[in-house]
């Protein structure tokens, strides 16, 4: 196929404003997945993004157009994630497309994400064809959309295509859209290979399978191929494109969109945002890759039971093959054993990857509270970086502790604007900016601290503002606050895995609600277990978990000790499933329990 | 094994309705069993008896054979709990039974549960005191539910919840001359059921009949649970499943056994019996437990009331 009928592009929208929808229409209407075998959100195909109704994980899909005219033509659509925390997999995903379908939901409008993820796609240089989607909707105010298309992201939106994927109105538009307005790639095939790697999964059977926009020049199943960043070579075992579904193809060429398999183990040797070259060539030029994305929340994994350490690092390792935005490196926890550090994007991107290494990696594991990365000054004026806060020193060692910020922006409707800048100042948020998008809605600019943010700010602005505020935020850099580390014993033993950060203001309400948790999720013991909060030496709150009263199945007839004693058996492999600390068995909710501190406030 | 004819100390027949034979069928029983075996001199027998089914002539035969103890399935005498338990004898009957049984000069043994719907303490109070003024020895239950079952959603959840129940039983039987020999079992007077001991000190038992268990010098068996099953099978062979523990096994059971019982682990003849190592890996579980949980006297270590109660978190920490 020739370059000029190749078209790469992804779509750009909110969550919940029809991505996965539209996408779902496109395949359908392109003859793509046939009927039979089409379900809903076809392109998530990880369980939990189904579950969710979110897409996590970019997947290119290609699609053969007949146009009207009777061209054919290669469509490869990137499917994008829409949370915030995803959004590094869509800058990665822009750079392998020209152009972008910027999506608006006609009834909810411009939403702060659609602006982050529209100027994005605008830096790179890919066109926007803007989509104004469900205007079946009988809330649908089309003319709205469009006119916040223009004045607040600024595209020309007077041939905006009017669509309900879910009705399947303006799809063959949309369609015709992308092969008139997005460019063809450039590039040139007789030129030396250069394939840029946008992203990469693991296979058991094939190793990393390293998503690739040819931009130059072809890549042959069987070639010799170098990878620039790691000066690896290796042979190309198998390249393909997703028809969808990795289907083997003979070589990929300049322009197009595929994957490429080449029995490489780990993620270090073929990193995503390298460039893929000729073996045995050293004078190619590296394309642009990706800023290296920086994990901003910590918290620590660890095995339930310590022999499992091995198969968690494992499942880490593979999952990180997934997704190259997780960090992580071994840390001991005087509590939990062995262990990891892990580094995420956000507290979603944290819980995803939980889940994940629990269902697809069936590995048992605790995990730690969140906390977010900290600059500690020395009385010496040296800096350094606490990930956890174990890593913070003696009082007398710190002369300023500095937090990361954010820059938060908030697209609300005017009635809630008052209940959303009261949670911004609960959050120790400092007001920047409000102006009114239209009469109704408004834009609300805050900078705040990202550890305020990442407990729950979103559900709570979803739940103050009933699902009509969106939210988009940047890292505005680190700030000194009046921070102090509190520390949890259980008794008399201080657990590190329960120490945790936070304003000064807030640390005794904070460790009166985790020793109070606590409380609730230790079970009894055969003895009475003290719970502490401390400040340093001070302990600022105190509960007592009393000792355990009775615990006595008696019946046992006459002989029958086996079943007896199975029973005790069952019973305490039961308790193996808690974490032993000292003398006392601490359940594993125990050590998620900050997470849901303050959630459980408002109940 | 009956060719060697070895004496019965204890027996005990029971696990189930024995008073379905009627009192002509007892007669040709007994006489059978004293055919068959050969007792010691003391020898403790046993009959479990439904107030429902017993009658008067049962108490004859058992009075002119070798019975010493008549076990009576009592569970409660209120008549709601009775009803709830849908048990067919009322409160009457059991008194009637107990009232029999006493005055033929057996040895009275009564069961009760704790933890029914709708049970207070007052009427707990008013079982054992009901109970203890007929029976030398009590021995009380949680009723439980398998977990999944329609009853378990009905009952107390928790085992703690029985506490109130328990630990009254406790005092209380102890105010009334009672010991409380084993973790569910009181008796006044030294009559404790040797036959029960037995279990607890890993001693041989013979079983005899569908579905009994039986322990020979470290074997572990059960009889065919099916009466056409186990009529069908002779002698030995008639167990349907066995099991030989293994030593390190053997020590752990014998601690947990020892310990259902108030003479719990005798030191010394533990570690005859199962050396030193083991001993002393049992024994240094115990001494990091808070000492207020046992009694430690010559050369024991049992269980402390308060032990008792909580004796399936320590057990656990054994098996």
Request: proline share 5%.
């Amino acid at each position: 196929m020739k370059r000029e009928h190749i078209r790469n592009f992804c779509i750009i929208a909110h969550v919940d404003h029809g991505k996965s929808t539209l996408a779902d229409r496109l395949l359908e209407l392109t003859g793509t997945v046939d009927s039979r075998t089409m379900r809903a959100q076809y392109l998530d195909t990880l369980e939990l993004e189904r579950e969710r109704g979110i897409t996590i994980k970019s997947v290119p899909v290609r699609m053969n157009y007949k146009s009207p005219d009777g061209t054919d033509y290669i469509l490869n659509l990137i499917d994008t994630p829409g949370h915030v925390d995803f959004s590094y997999e869509v800058s990665r995903s822009l750079a392998a497309c020209e152009g972008a379908l910027l999506v608006v939901d006609a009834a909810q409008g411009v939403e702060a994400q659609t602006v982050a993820n529209a100027y994005m796609a605008a830096e790179q240089g890919l066109e926007l064809v803007p989509v104004i989607n469900k205007i079946d909707l009988p809330s649908a105010q089309p003319e709205e959309a469009r006119r916040e298309l223009e004045e607040i992201i600024g595209v020309d939106a007077h041939d905006a295509i009017l669509a309900s994927a879910k009705e399947g109105r303006g799809v063959p538009e949309i369609l015709e859209r992308i092969v008139r307005d997005i460019p063809t790639p450039k590039g040139h095939p007789e030129a030396p290979l250069q394939a840029l790697i946008f992203d990469s999964i693991y296979d058991n059977y094939r190793g990393v399978i390293c998503y690739v926009r040819i931009v130059n020049g072809r890549l042959k199943a069987g070639q010799s191929i170098r990878f620039m960043a790691t000066g690896r070579e290796c042979l190309a075992e198998e390249v393909g494109v997703f028809k969808p579904g990795m289907t083997t193809v003979q070589e990929l060429e300049a322009g197009e969109v595929g994957y490429l398999a080449a029995s490489i183990k780990t993620i270090h040797e073929a990193h995503v945002g390298d460039t893929v070259i000729e073996g045995g060539k050293t004078d190619s030029v590296a394309l642009p890759g990706y800023k290296k994305v920086k994990p901003v929340v910590f918290c620590g994994f660890y095995p339930v039971v310590n022999e499992d350490y091995p198969q968690l690092r494992d499942a880490l390792e593979k999952l990180q093959l997934n997704d190259s935005a997780i960090q992580f490196e071994p840390e001991t926890s005087s509590a939990l054993g062995f262990g990891f550090r892990c580094g995420f994007l956000g507290l979603l991107h944290m819980d995803i990857a939980r889940e994940r290494l629990t269902r697809e990696f069936d590995v048992d594991l605790v995990a730690t509270a969140p906390n977010v990365v900290y600059q500690i000054v020395r009385p010496s004026g040296e800096v350094f970086e606490a990930h956890r806060p174990s890593d913070f020193p003696d009082v007398g060692q710190i002369e300023e502790i500095r937090e990361p910020y954010i820059r938060l922006t908030v697209f609300v409707p005017s009635e809630f604007v008052g209940k959303v800048m009261q949670l911004c100042q609960d959050k120790r948020g400092i007001f920047q900016a409000m102006d009114y998008i239209t009469p109704e809605r408004l834009r609300l600019s805050y900078v705040l601290p990202l550890a305020e943010f990442i407990v729950d700010f979103h559900d709570k602005l979803k739940s103050t503002t009933r699902g009509y505020a969106s939210l988009d935020y940047e890292q505005v850099g680190f700030r000194a606050a009046e921070l102090v580390k509190v520390d949890v014993l259980v008794n008399q033993e201080p657990i590190d895995a329960f120490s945790f950060i936070c304003h000064k203001d807030a640390a005794f309400h904070m460790g009166q609600a985790v020793v109070r948790k606590l409380k609730e999720l230790i079970p009894r013991q055969l003895f009475e277990v003290p719970i502490q909060a401390a400040i340093g030496k001070k302990v600022v709150v105190r509960q007592n978990v009393k000792p355990l009263r009775k615990d006595v199945l008696a019946k046992c007839y006459g002989g029958d000790i086996t079943r007896k004693r199975k029973l005790l058996e069952k019973q305490k492999e039961g308790k193996k499933k808690m974490k032993q600390i000292g003398r006392v068995s601490i359940p594993q909710e125990a050590f998620l329990a900050y997470l849901n501190i303050g959630k459980d406030e408002e109940d | 094994m009956l060719g060697k004819r070895p004496a019965i100390d204890t027996l005990y027949i029971g696990g189930g309705t024995p008073t379905c034979l009627d009192p002509k069928q007892w007669g040709t029983l007994c006489g059978l069993l004293e055919e068959g075996l050969s007792f010691s001199r003391g020898a403790e027998v046993s009959v479990e008896a439904n107030p429902d089914s017993l009658q008067d002539g049962h108490l004859a035969v058992w009075k002119s054979w070798r019975i010493l103890r008549v076990s009576l399935g009592i569970q409660s005498f209120s008549p709601s709990a009775l009803r709830w338990l849908g048990r067919l004898h009322d409160a009457r009957k059991a008194l009637d039974a107990l009232e029999s049984c006493r005055q033929k000069g057996f040895w009275v043994s009564g069961d009760l549960l704790f933890g029914i719907p709708g049970q207070d303490l007052a009427i707990w109070h008013k079982d054992l005191q009901t109970l203890s003024h007929y029976a030398g020895h009590v021995s009380t239950y949680q009723l439980t539910a398998e977990p999944g079952t329609p009853l378990a959603d009905e009952i107390v959840p928790t085992q703690s919840e029985g506490y109130p129940f328990y630990r009254f039983a406790q005092w209380y039987l102890h105010q009334k001359g009672f010991v409380q020999y084993e973790v569910a079992s009181f008796a006044r007077g030294g009559q404790w059921c040797r036959h029960n001991l037995s279990y607890w000190r890993q001693g041989n038992v013979l079983a005899l009949g569908p579905s009994a268990w039986g322990y020979v010098d470290g074997l572990r068996y059960r009889n065919n649970c099916d009466l056409d099953g186990y009529l069908s099978q002779k002698g030995a062979t008639a167990s349907r499943w066995s099991e030989r523990l293994s030593d390190d096994d053997r020590a752990r059971e014998a601690a947990i056994l020892a310990l259902r019982t108030r003479w719990g682990i005798r030191w010394r003849s533990f570690r005859r019996h199962f050396g030193e190592k083991r001993t002393r890996s049992i024994h240094e579980i115990l001494a990091g437990l808070p000492r207020d949980l046992f009694l430690r006297r010559q050369g024991c270590t049992a269980f402390s009331p308060k032990g008792f109660r909580v004796a399936n978190a320590i057990w656990e920490l054994l098996v």
